[in-house]
């Protein structure tokens, strides 16, 4: 692409686009050239890592829109990282489920129970 394909904005973005296609590319014959076929972490992992160390704690929601994946992916990528112990997971002190340890030990289980019939409303629905 010539210098002035970036002078417009779609320019731009398609000259980052290519470049960034390429160094991908590159990294991942990099990678292979050294003997691993295989990585060690996903890009989108060593992103989460990365971005642990920029801002310390994050809730899974947090990180999932500073990454722009969805949340359940982001979560999957915690639990490797957490598997591997790189990341520690801890309780927010302000998530609401937290919210369930003020219950008694027979007003969880009646929660419990009630699980299956609301599931079953809400499929009927």
Do not use: F, W
Not at 11 to 16: E, I, N
Not at 27 to 56: D, F, K, N, P
Not at 84 to 100: G, I, T
């Amino acid at each position: 692409m010539t210098a002035t394909g970036t002078t417009t904005d779609a320019g731009l973005a398609t000259a980052l686009r290519i470049s960034v296609s390429r160094l991908a590319r590159r990294l991942r014959a990099q990678r292979a050239a050294s003997g691993m076929t295989e990585a060690v972490l996903s890009e989108t992992q060593l992103a989460a890592l990365s971005a642990l160390e920029v801002h310390r704690a994050m809730t899974p929601g947090e990180l999932a829109e500073h990454e722009k994946v969805q949340p359940p992916s982001m979560t999957r990528v915690i639990a490797v990282l957490a598997e591997r112990e790189l990341v520690a997971k801890s309780p927010h002190p302000n998530d609401r489920r937290q919210r369930l340890a003020e219950l008694t030990a027979a007003e969880r289980a009646t929660l419990q129970e009630a699980v299956p019939i609301l599931e079953k409303l809400s499929q009927s629905l």
